[in-house]
C-alpha cells in the first residue's frame, strides 16, 4: 500500500513550532514511527509553503491509495485547495495535530472537511490516519 503525505505551509518547523498547540515531533520522527508500525507501507511525503505545489501534487497523486493532508493555513483560506480535494480520484483524510476547533475563531472554519472523507485532529493524526486509510482496503 502507498500512501502520499501532504503538508502546508510552516509544517517544516514541526518540532520547533510551538511544542505545546503541535507536539515535540519534528515530521522526519513521525514517518519513522508510522513506517516502524506498518514496514510494508510505501510512504511518499511532501511538504510546501506554496498552495500551487500542494494543488499540482494533489492533481498528480493517482499511483496512490490514499492521501494525509494537513494543510496548515490553507485549511482556513483556500478555496483552490477544496476544489482541488474535491477532484481527487484517491481518498484524501485531512488531519490537523491541534484541536482548530478550540482555537482561534478564524481557525475553526475548514474549507476542506466536507470534501475530504475524513477528518482527524490530535498528535497522533498522522498514525491515525495512515491506519484509516488502511483499513478502506484501497
Not at 41 to 49: D, G
Not at 60 to 77: C, F, M, P, R, S
Not at 113 to 135: L, N
Request: hydrophobic share 35%.
Amino acid at each position: 500500500m502507498k500512501v502520499l503525505i501532504l503538508n502546508g505551509p510552516n509544517l517544516n518547523m514541526l518540532g520547533r513550532r510551538d511544542p505545546e498547540q503541535y507536539g515535540k515531533r519534528s515530521m522526519e520522527q513521525i514517518i519513522v514511527d508510522i513506517q516502524r508500525a506498518h514496514p510494508d507501507l510505501w510512504i511518499e511525503y511532501r511538504q510546501s509553503n506554496h498552495e500551487g505545489d500542494l494543488i499540482d501534487w494533489l492533481q498528480q497523486a493517482t499511483d496512490v491509495h490514499g492521501i494525509i493532508l494537513n494543510a496548515g493555513g490553507y485549511t482556513h483560506t483556500s478555496v483552490a485547495l477544496r476544489d482541488a480535494v474535491e477532484l481527487c480520484a484517491v481518498p484524501v483524510v485531512e488531519v490537523h495535530l491541534s484541536n482548530i476547533q478550540q482555537r482561534e475563531p478564524f481557525r475553526q472554519q475548514s474549507l476542506l472537511t466536507d470534501v475530504c472523507c475524513h477528518t482527524i485532529m490530535g498528535k497522533q493524526c498522522y498514525e491515525e490516519a495512515v491506519r484509516y486509510i488502511m483499513s478502506l482496503g484501497c
